[in-house]
């Protein structure tokens, strides 16, 4: 079966909930939309801003968006995002990038058509003008400079919407805004969280002239790497000796460090004078929130930045799947009994080769990319996470830990598949990177949890075994893992898992064929492919299980020993009317290419049961 890609299509943030702390804000959260539009031309900046707030938090909601755009929310908040309060800006911006997150594709497309663009772009080119200048803190947001967080709020609106809407880009090629986003990654060294704007660049690549495209992407690159190449434990020892040098236990993630308050017990905090105790905890308090809050922004910076590298390798795919309708090339009975054609076993493959340019390869080859992203695959620090796991402050610091390395298995699979060998090096380091990448797996799988870990790993798995396979260079997988792997691997719920785990068994299993003394673990494989493919949820699963048998049962005396115990050829016959029964019944459920790709595996269904046979005569 062919192999599906990952890409980060969409790249949006998460929708942000704004929760202030302020006497007259509780009200405004109850009141219906409109109420709220109405508070959003109120002569006090206060109340306007916590309207904003208080839509902002309306907005988490998908279903509230089409309430509150029939309301003309667009035209009522876009305005604000001139206001000449920055607090208001901000908000103003926040709920209109939850509006974006919340409404998906369509809703950004409307929210173009009403020329939310023309006030956003000048906002930015005011934010551009402002950027380096001495400000007053914005309230709130723990003495950041006001620009640069109402700059964080209007370019990840300008992504949104980018990443929606053709007319957006239009405008942003109209009116230049590219020198801005440059100014973002300028600022990378105090404001981590601004240079995320590079994903922003990327997405928006056709509309850099031609010849500064190089410039700009060498740029990018060099962005990329800096922010992958942050060690996060010694960024945290860091930063915490910088805000506390006289006592840093205050930010070492112990069991007395303070835990989350509800925003009930906020509010309803009597006020009183303070104990010198209680002065000395909440200053370590707050520097363990500024401390958090700075590592998970570069956390989420480097999995933005693995996210626009797997983008740039998969940069020429179409983002819809097409479903037409298809047919059959002829009656089903010709189909399962009548074709002539020939079964040829270890037949090349045709594969689209993926599209990935000279320049790109060689700039991210140049900034050791490929081993900056190895590194990140790798497990967090076990004592580290032990410490950090004793206190729920920092339990979103294990989670994106997580989903940094998640993200880097999946670029790394992107990096195997256009770069091969040239990413990652000769034979001892892809054997090594085969070992690590199993233990990786196999680790996960008697956890039984993280799905979207496995997909990652056991794809970069597969992209790694065919290179292997493609250079003659052994896979140092052994019969036990391999038959463990079709145990575990094929009984997990996700369809994209089971795929990869074929992939792999099909590429492991072509090599035992062809070797000794491995027709037991031939057996356990042939077994486990024939309950997949009789009995998978996924038709496209089930192919991928069939295409399977024919890569490791087509040719070598073990595999056909191996076949003849298990009775394989004569459960395929048995099998190859109800599969295409199946995929005339559920033909309308799959993409054009999956059916594409299914009406070749029923060919070479039949194909290799008449070669099976013939042989055996």
Request: with cysteine; net charge negative; proline share 4%.
């Amino acid at each position: 079966m062919g192999k599906s890609k990952k890409k980060f299509r969409r790249l949006q943030s998460s929708p942000i909930a704004r929760n202030q702390e302020v006497e007259d804000a509780g009200d405004l959260e109850v009141l219906p939309a409109t109420s709220l539009l109405e508070r959003l031309q109120s002569p006090s900046a206060d109340t306007r801003e916590f309207a904003c707030a208080s839509l902002s938090n309306l907005l988490l909601n998908s279903l509230e968006v089409p309430k509150v755009l029939r309301a003309d929310a667009v035209r009522c908040l876009a305005p604000l995002l001139l206001d000449e309060s920055a607090g208001v800006q901000e908000a103003a911006a926040g709920a209109l990038r939850n509006m974006s997150v919340s409404g998906g594709v369509n809703v950004c497309e409307i929210m173009v058509q009403q020329d939310v663009m023309t006030p956003l772009v000048a906002l930015l080119r005011q934010c551009s003008t402002n950027f380096g200048l001495t400000e007053e803190p914005l309230k709130g947001n723990r003495g950041k400079n006001s620009t640069e967080v109402v700059a964080f709020e209007a370019i990840h609106l300008l992504w949104n919407l980018c990443e929606c809407s053709p007319l957006a880009v239009a405008v942003f090629n109209k009116e230049c805004l590219f020198p801005l986003l440059l100014q973002c990654l300028i600022l990378h060294d105090r404001n981590i969280e601004l240079s995320i704007a590079a994903g922003t660049l990327w997405n928006l690549q056709d509309a850099f002239p031609a010849h500064s495209r190089a410039e700009a992407l060498i740029a990018m690159i060099r962005v990329l790497g800096t922010i992958i190449d942050v060690d996060v434990k010694e960024e945290l020892h860091r930063l915490s000796a910088e805000k506390m040098e006289t006592q840093p236990e205050a930010t070492t993630p112990t069991k007395s460090s303070k835990q989350p308050k509800s925003q009930s017990q906020i509010k309803n905090k009597p006020q009183q004078s303070e104990t010198g105790v209680e002065m000395v905890q909440r200053q370590k308090d707050n520097i363990v929130d500024t401390v958090l809050e700075q590592i998970m922004a570069i956390l989420l910076a480097q999995q933005t930045a693995l996210e626009v590298i797997v983008n740039m390798c998969y940069q020429d795919e179409s983002s819809e799947e097409d479903k037409d309708d298809w047919e059959t090339e002829g009656p089903l009975d010709d189909l399962v009994f009548g074709h002539s054609d020939i079964y040829c076993p270890n037949s090349d493959v045709q594969l689209t080769p993926l599209c990935f340019s000279a320049e790109v390869h060689n700039v991210i080859v140049n900034h050791d990319i490929p081993h900056k992203v190895l590194k990140k695959t790798t497990n967090p620090d076990r004592q580290y996470l032990e410490l950090c796991r004793q206190n729920t402050v920092w339990d979103p610091l294990i989670a994106k830990l997580r989903c940094v390395q998640c993200r880097a298995l999946t670029c790394l699979d992107a990096i195997i598949a256009v770069l091969g060998i040239w990413g990652i090096g000769e034979e001892k380091g892809l054997q090594d990177l085969a070992q690590h990448l199993s233990s990786l797996a196999f680790d996960q799988f008697e956890l039984k949890k993280d799905e979207s870990f496995l997909e990652a790993v056991t794809g970069s798995i597969r992209s790694l075994l065919h290179l292997l396979a493609d250079r003659n260079i052994p896979e140092c997988m052994t019969p036990e893992q391999l038959l463990f792997l079709c145990n575990e691997g094929l009984k997990c719920e996700s369809a994209d898992v089971r795929r990869n785990v074929l992939a792999i068994m099909g590429v492991v299993g072509n090599k035992l064929a062809q070797m000794e003394n491995t027709m037991e673990t031939l057996k356990g494989m042939g077994n486990c492919l024939l309950q997949t493919a009789q009995q998978d949820a996924s038709l496209v699963v089930a192919g991928a299980a069939l295409d399977t048998i024919f890569d490791v049962f087509g040719e070598g005396a073990e595999a056909d020993k191996a076949a003849n115990e298990i009775g394989l050829v004569l459960a395929l016959r048995n099998l190859a009317p109800s599969f295409m029964s199946m995929m005339q019944e559920h033909k309308r459920s799959y993409s054009r290419d999956e059916v594409s790709v299914l009406q070749d595996v029923a060919t070479n269904l039949l194909r290799f049961i008449r070669y099976k046979e013939q042989a055996a005569v």
